[in-house]
């Protein structure tokens, strides 16, 4: 399971689709923009195992409660709710620059 999840996510990540935001936010939302943070918070956990105690990476993917975590992290990511926040983050953004503009403050 832990190996599917790891390939999607690689493919996901290769692909990097452009997601489809409309005409409203000016800046192209992908995949990968869209989850930087919970992919650097992985990356983050992982490695504390490894600063923590220096084990070796086969010991910790051999620790069955990390592989069961890890696999859920990693099948979160494919969740619609990364985009929706990408997109709202975006158009936040966009109409304050728009306010901006339009009060002079750029």
């Known amino acids: 399971a832990l190996e ?8 996901a990540l290769k692909e990097n689709a452009v997601l489809d935001t409309g005409s409203f936010c000016g800046a192209a939302i992908t995949w990968r923009s869209a989850r930087f943070e919970p992919l650097s918070q992985i990356g983050e956990w992982l ?3 490894r600063s923590k105690s220096g084990t070796s990476w086969a010991e910790i993917l051999g620790d069955k409660s990390v592989v069961e975590t890890l696999l859920g ?16 983050e975006a158009a936040e953004e966009e109409a304050t620059r728009i306010i901006d503009e339009a009060h002079g403050c750029w």
Do not use: P, V
């Open 4 to 11: 599917a999840a790891l390939c999607k996510t690689s493919s």
């Open 47 to 49: 490695l504390s195992f």
């Open 73 to 88: 992290r990693l099948e979160d990511l494919h969740s619609r709710r990364w985009d929706e926040l990408a997109e709202l």
